[in-house]
Each structure stands twice: as C-alpha cells, then as structure tokens.
C-alpha cells in the first residue's frame, strides 16, 4: 500500500526554523499540510505543495522536489506547537503521513 | 463558506454499529462540485481516511481498503447532511472521527468538522 513517512517528532527553538520532512514515491502528486493542536480539528496549513490558505501566517511555507515534501515553520513560535500532517491522493484514496509531533522549545 | 457540525454518540459497544451525522451548512450535499469524508484519528494510526460520497449525476461512494468491507457512507438530501455508519467495531475503532468537505477542483480537506470522540468499549 502506498505511504508517506514521517520524522515522528523534531524539535526546535523559540524563534528559529523548523522543517518537516514528508517522504515517499511523491513524485509529481501535490501534497497538502495540516496542523492539528490537541483536542482541535486539523487545519490546512499548506495546499498544492507551496500555497498557504488565507490566515495562515508566511511564516509557513512548503516545497516538493524529487520524493520528498518539506513543510518549513520560520521564526517560530510557541503557539506552532502541533502535530503536523502531509497527505495526498492515491488513485482514489487520501493518504496521510503518519504525523511529525513539533515542539518548540 | 462551508460549515460542518458533528454529531452522535461517543460510546459504542464492542461488535455493534457506530453512526455518526454531519450537518452541512453553507453548500448543498448535492453539489457537483463538493465531495464529503470521514476521517478518523487514533494514537495508533494517526489520520486515516475512510471515504467520501459524492453527487455526480447520481451518487458516487468510494471507501478505504482497510474499513471498507465494514463501513456505509450516506447523504441525507432531505437535511443536507451525510453520514457514517460502521459495524461490527473493535476497541481498536476508538478514535476521534471527523468530517471534512473538499471541492473536487482542489482535493485538499477545508475545513473540517469540529471532531466526535468515539470509544468501543462495554
């Protein structure tokens, strides 16, 4: 079955650069980004592998290139504190990372 | 501005059947462009979709591998609202269960409903 993987957690400090890593046989799918807070739904972060939503801050942004998406967090801050989520469509199936756990520090 | 509000029962027996309701606001459950899902998440396999239904002329349901055998996806035209239905759960369906709306011209999930916390246990 098709997958993307996930660094499960990574760590960064108050006001530096956080990148999230989402691998797998991307190729040219377009991967989308969500962050979800505890006890809150997911929130679209990023679409189409490079466009924020309006609201989201420009302090998100993404990139895809050869098998590998990154969702990059610049100047970060405490309230980033999430688990984030790539995902993409396999024929007619939605497929999710497994889910990278950020903490800022 | 499509809106989505959860509802049903959070505690489920071992073996019966799990239904869960979204109400939608702000579009049609008819829509030729809008497609409706489920999704669940649980500390084991994170977000895992379970499929969607939607209205192309007639309607069209499309479900994971992994539930598909145990799951029914149903608009309710009448109160512009869809729905899930699962049997024969296992305490490993506990899980928070979302719906979530994308328009077929973009296929990303916005938004999301607010979440049910649904746990099998007797």
């Known amino acids: 079955s098709y997958e993307l993987t996930q660094p499960l957690s990574v760590s960064v400090a108050l006001g530096q650069t956080a990148t999230i890593t989402c691998g797998g046989n991307i190729g040219n799918k377009n991967v989308h980004w969500y962050q979800q807070k505890p006890g809150q739904a997911p929130v679209l972060v990023i679409y189409a592998n490079t466009n924020r939503p309006s609201g989201i801050p420009d302090r998100f942004s993404g990139s895809n290139s050869g098998n590998t998406a990154t969702l990059t967090i610049s100047r970060a801050q405490a309230g980033d504190e999430a688990d984030y989520y790539c995902?993409?469509?396999?024929?007619?199936?939605?497929?999710f990372g497994g889910g990278t756990q950020l903490t800022v520090l | 501005q499509v809106q989505l509000q959860q509802s049903g029962p959070g505690l489920v027996k071992p073996s019966q059947t799990l239904s869960l309701t979204c109400a939608i606001s702000?579009?049609?459950?008819?829509?030729?462009?809008?497609?409706w899902n489920w999704i669940r998440r649980s500390p084991s396999r994170g977000l895992e979709w379970l499929g969607r239904t939607y209205y192309r002329s007639r309607w069209y349901n499309d479900y994971a591998v992994s539930v598909k055998s145990r799951i029914t996806i149903k608009p309710d035209t009448s109160k512009n609202q869809f729905s899930l239905q699962m049997n024969s759960v296992t305490p490993d369906d506990t899980a928070v269960y979302f719906c979530?709306?994308?328009?077929?011209?973009?296929?990303?999930?916005?938004?999301w409903g607010q979440g049910t916390l649904v746990t099998v246990s007797s």
């Open positions: 979530a709306y994308y328009d077929s011209n973009h296929e990303w999930f916005d938004p």
């Open positions: 702000g579009d049609s459950v008819s829509s030729i462009t809008a497609v």
């Open positions: 995902q993409v469509w396999d024929s007619s199936t939605a497929v």
